[in-house]
T-cell receptor, first 117, second 113 residues
Framework: GAVVSQHPSWVICKSGTSVKIECRSLDFQATTMFWYRQFPKQSLMLMAT?????????EQGVEKDKFLINHASLTLSTLTVTSAHPEDSSFYIC?????????????FGPGTRLTVL | GESVGLHLPTLSVQEGDNSIINCAYS??????FIWYKQESGKGPQFIIDIRSNMDKRQGQRVTVLLNKTVKHLSLQIAATQPGDSAVYFCAETLTGANSKLTFGKGITLSVRP
C-alpha cells in the first residue's frame, strides 16, 4: 500500500517552455501532497505543500508564479514549471500523506528528472 | 569522514558488517522522525520511524535510536548487504495539521563486497 507515482519520469525541454509534472496517490486518498526539489548530491528541499481544493502553501524563496501547483482531486497534484530555464533543471519529487490521525509518514514518488536546455 | 562542498559524507562498510548512520536534527520540538533510503535516480523509500516518546525501535535488520537530549538520531543496519548501498536521509517533523518534513543532509552508504 501507499504507492505514489509521478509522470513523466524524465523530461527535456527548451528554455522558455512550460512543463507539467503529475503526482498521483494510487491506493489511498491524499488531502495533502508535497513537492520537493533535489539538486545533485544534495538533500530534498521542500518547495510547497499542496492541499486538495485550496491554494498551495509555498516555502520561502519559492516563486509561486513560476511553480504552479494544482491539487484538483484527492489523488492528483500537478506541478507546472513555467518559462523554464536551465537553472530549473533538477530532480522534482512529490510525496503524499494519507489523511487522518496517526498518519504522519509521507510516501514519496519516484521523482521526475527535468532538464532544461 | 565528512567532505566539504557538494559531496555527501560517505560511510564505507564491508559486506556482512553492521552499519551505523548518524544524524543530528535541528528542532528540539520535533516529535516524529523517519529514516529514508534513496537509490540513484529514485525517490526516497521509507525505512523506519520513531516517535519522541521512544528511544529505540527495531525493524527487520534495522534499528533506530533517538537521543533527544543531544538531538541525535541513528540508524543501525545489521549484516549490511550490497543492496543497502544508497543515500540515507533522516527527516524530522512536528506532527499536526500543517506538519512538514525537514530533511538532513544525507549520508552515502557504500558496501564493499
Amino acid at each position: 500500500g501507499a504507492v505514489v507515482s509521478q509522470h513523466p519520469s524524465w523530461v527535456i525541454c527548451k528554455s522558455g517552455t512550460s512543463v507539467k509534472i503529475e503526482c498521483r496517490s494510487l491506493d489511498f486518498q491524499a488531502t495533502t501532497m508535497f513537492w520537493y526539489r533535489q539538486f545533485p548530491k544534495q538533500s530534498l528541499m521542500l518547495m510547497a505543500t499542496s492541499n486538495e481544493g485550496s491554494k498551495a502553501t509555498y516555502e520561502q524563496g519559492v516563486e509561486k508564479d513560476k511553480f504552479l501547483i494544482n491539487h484538483a482531486s484527492l489523488t492528483l497534484s500537478t506541478l507546472t514549471v513555467t518559462s523554464a530555464h536551465p537553472e530549473d533543471s533538477s530532480f522534482y519529487i512529490c510525496s503524499a500523506k494519507p489523511p487522518g490521525q496517526g498518519h504522519d509518514t509521507q510516501y514519496f514518488g519516484p521523482g521526475t528528472r527535468l532538464t532544461v536546455l | 569522514g565528512e567532505s566539504v562542498g557538494l559531496h555527501l559524507p560517505t560511510l564505507s562498510v564491508q559486506e556482512g558488517d553492521n552499519s551505523i548512520i548518524n544524524c543530528a536534527y535541528s528542532n528540539s520540538a520535533s516529535d516524529y522522525f523517519i529514516w529514508y533510503k534513496q537509490e540513484s535516480g529514485k525517490g526516497p523509500q521509507f525505512i523506519i520511524d520513531i516517535r519522541s516518546n521512544m528511544d529505540k525501535r527495531q525493524g527487520q535488520r534495522v534499528t533506530v535510536l533517538l537521543n533527544k537530549t543531544v538531538k541525535h538520531l541513528s540508524l543501525q543496519i545489521a549484516a549490511t548487504q550490497p543492496g543497502d548501498s544508497a543515500v540515507y536521509f533522516c527527516a524530522e517533523t512536528l506532527t499536526g495539521a500543517n506538519s512538514k518534513l525537514t530533511f538532513g543532509k544525507g549520508i552515502t552508504l557504500s558496501v564493499r563486497p
